[in-house]
């Protein structure tokens, strides 16, 4: 097998068809029991569809517990918490991230099955809705409670690097972003939700193959620690920071930056200084691993919505838009916009009909002007003509001399004529 450390936040492995770990990787969820194993009806009758799914245990994601993903159609896990249109953008877990569509077959189903200490998600034959006779692909991911991500790659009827991503982008790999909000003051109660990318993994899609899977072992994380002397002392490739005012230990680049910035937490984590003994007895989540110092590289993409706590999907064309329909009645929540949307919607729509008026009036008036000029015996000419006031500059003269000595132009009203301010 081949393995890659230079992620920072997870060591992968990946192994070969001929490999038997791959065999030992894949999940036959045909063994399973039936009443665990889900067909999702929507999922697999449709297109660029996506719909939660709760877990029924903690997983670990880039250091942070999630209980709820979202899985779509097109081959990939969203595992944001605010949930927006561009799912394909950020915070993924993607085995094969394509344009699938299951409404183009029969046979294409989205299963899952949870046991309790994992969760296999797999797409069962599904086509490419641009290029159908590529052939069936299937292929799954499993999550597991321990931070564990494998993908497993049953059928790939072509190398993934010919897939088009004209239509839908095509990715392998893990992707983690952050979300802040900035109030915008020229309009009220309306909010710029900005997302940062903070960490991404990219696999080699030429060793994405037939029988062949990816193991995704998590890294220690600032996350793990729970006290000020591990976080402060702790030698994981991080510069960990412990922040008193919210009793966490972090690098800064987590889902959590918002709070870490309102908190004063950077300016607080200069001193690296533990108000009580330094306590070192505390055991990591996981084995630490010594690490190259991490690289930071964002990714940004902003939405902007209004002042509301509900999740609600927004959208803003992006190079990664793949417009997903979200299926979230099941949580209570609406795939509806919410008002302040609406509100923000209908105040751009009045922004630009009163700039298209705007550009209208003004070139009626260069018109009209244009046509007077050309036409100086025109009645609209001679109607402006007659009504137009005489202005004329005042002359200033130096006393003792019977000529000007110079001239400022004054306009002085309406009288014809000269106005000299002193006579000679």
Known sequence: FQEDTDHNYYTSRTYGPYDSTSRDLWVNIDQMEKDKVKIHGILSNTHRQAARVNLSFDFPFYGHFLREITVATGGFIYTGEVVHRMLTATQYIAPLMANFDPSVSRNSTVRYFDNGTALVVQWDHVHLQDNYNLGSFTFQATLLNDGRIIFGYKEIPVAVTQISSTNHPVKVGLSDAFVVVHRIQQIPNVRRRTIYEYHRVELQMSKITNLSAVEMIPLP??????????????????????????????????????????????????????????????????????????????????????????????????????????????????????????????????????????????????????????????????????????????????????HPAYAEVEPVGEKEGFIVSEQC
């Open 221 to 402: 994380t600032c996350l793990q620690f729970s006290s000020c002397g591990p976080c402060v002392t702790a030698q994981i490739g991080f510069n960990c920071s412990w922040c008193s005012k919210l009793q966490r230990c972090s690098s800064g680049f987590d889902r959590h930056r918002q709070d870490w910035v309102d908190s004063g937490c950077p300016e607080e984590s200069k001193d690296k200084i533990c108000e009580k003994n330094i306590d070192t007895t505390e055991t990591p989540l996981y084995s630490t691993t010594a690490l190259l110092p991490t690289t930071t590289r964002f990714r940004v993409l902003t939405t902007t919505r209004g002042s509301t706590t509900s999740h609600l999907p927004t959208s803003l064309p992006t190079e990664d838009d793949t417009k997903i329909a979200l299926h979230l009645k099941d949580n209570g929540a609406s795939t509806d916009d919410s008002a302040a949307e609406k509100k923000g919607g209908t105040l751009h729509a009045g922004l630009i009909v009163g700039i298209l008026v705007l550009v209208l009036i003004v070139a009626a008036a260069i018109l009209v002007t244009a046509y007077m000029y050309h036409h100086p015996t025109s009645a609209a000419s001679l109607f402006f003509i007659e009504r137009r006031p005489s202005r004329w500059p005042a002359m200033k003269f130096r006393r003792g001399s019977g």
